[in-house]
């Protein structure tokens, strides 16, 4: 159990495009999932905490205009990259927490955003 | 903020030989997790181990085990047996105990599995 399902798996996208990326829990219903973003060879790095029903909370640093997230279920959350610049390249992954209170969290196999 | 510190970016060991990989963090909080994440190069994040900071006893999976010092704030992974399908970058990572926020992570070990 505690599958979570993130896709598309890879996309390459020419500049000024916007990409969205879909996370899903497929077992599980999750109130809280998470995104994060990791460059070649470094660590992950929290963006934002996306709580299903009302408005992600991001970490400071991060462009809530450029990357847009939606939790509009219980088993899906988006995140959208607006307007992606070559620089917006990267592996961005999420993870989902089932239910409330103290549950670990189960990850996606990642997205690899190759932008042209 | 919490940070957390992995100050091995690379560690080697023989196939059947024990590893140990270090981590400390720094927090203020009384309350939270401690993991660590196995990503072999398909970059899959792999539960190994965790850790519930309000106890004293070391967390242990099959070939898995911690060496945690709440006082000192530390948290070493312990490979028995090393594997070549141990090989992979390990990430040690924290979690307030809430558990509604983020894992922040630390930067990561190249563990290599020499056969």
């Known amino acids: 159990g505690a599958v979570v399902s993130q896709h598309p798996s890879r996309v390459i996208c020419k500049s000024g495009t916007s990409v969205k990326i879909e996370c899903r829990s497929l077992d599980f219903q999750a109130t809280t999932m998470f995104w994060y973003r990791q460059f070649p060879k470094k660590s992950l790095m929290l963006m934002a905490t996306s709580n299903e029903g009302s408005k992600a909370t991001y970490e400071q640093g991060v462009e809530k205009d450029k990357f847009l997230i939606n939790h509009a279920s219980l088993t899906l959350s988006t995140l959208t990259v607006t307007s992606a610049h070559p620089e917006d390249s990267s592996f961005y992954i999420c993870s989902a927490r089932r239910g409330r209170g103290r549950q670990p969290q189960h990850f996606g196999d990642g997205t690899r955003l190759s932008i042209l | 903020a919490q940070t957390v510190t992995q100050s091995q970016p690379e560690m080697s060991v023989q196939e059947a030989e024990t590893v140990t990989l270090s981590c400390t963090y720094d927090t203020s909080e009384s309350d939270y997790y401690l993991f660590w994440y196995k990503q072999p190069p398909s970059r899959q994040m792999i539960l190994v181990i965790r850790?519930?900071?309000?106890?004293?006893q070391n967390a242990t999976e099959n070939r898995f085990s911690v060496n945690f010092q709440k006082a000192a704030k530390s948290f070493s992974l312990k490979i028995s047996d090393s594997q070549l399908g141990d090989a992979a970058m390990y990430f040690c990572?924290?979690?307030?105990?809430?558990?509604?926020?983020?894992?922040?992570f630390g930067k990561g070990t190249h563990l290599i599995i020499q056969p």
């Open positions: 850790q519930e900071a309000y106890k004293q």
């Open positions: 990572a924290y979690q307030s105990g809430g558990g509604a926020d983020g894992l922040t």
